[in-house]
């Protein structure tokens, strides 16, 4: 068992099954998420539940080791960090747009700029399955 595994059900129930950088919903993906830390474990993070949140595949292997990522004009700026809010989901609103038509998410921030560069929120295939995921009413 890994050391996230008995923390696992509480981060799934706070997200609502959602990764909470992209939107999309483990239930209709077919893959498991990753229970991730905010601040790696390789950088001094904590196995807390201020510091897990639930990722896609995708996301979490972009993000990899990172807590930066670069915008647009090449400035290093923190990720979005779902902890900061309560609920996260009102900090991700404030932090990017979802395009209910193409699936796209939009960056509001410099902070939202970063995070869809750095973690290829926008990749076509993850793009996709939030159109299908948002034609079926799984995500609004």
């Not at 909470?20 to 998420?33: I, S």
């Not at 960056?107 to 869809?116: C, M, N």
Request: charged share 20%.
């Amino acid at each position: 068992m890994t050391q996230v595994e008995p923390y696992r059900q509480l981060v799934e129930a706070r997200a609502g099954g959602t990764c909470e950088y992209c939107r999309l919903l483990q239930a209709a993906t077919g893959v498991t998420f990753h229970v991730e830390h905010v601040v790696p474990r390789s950088r001094g993070g904590l196995t807390v539940m201020s510091n897990l949140v639930l990722s896609c595949p995708g996301c979490n292997l972009a993000k990899g080791d990172r807590t930066t990522g670069d915008d647009q004009s090449g400035q290093a700026l923190p990720l979005f960090n779902p902890r900061e809010y309560e609920p996260w989901l009102l900090g991700w609103h404030l932090h990017f747009i979802l395009d209910c038509d193409t699936g796209v998410i939009l960056p509001r921030t410099s902070v939202g700029e970063a995070t869809v560069k750095t973690l290829r929120v926008n990749d076509p295939r993850r793009v996709f399955a939030r159109k299908l995921q948002i034609f079926v009413g799984l995500i609004a």
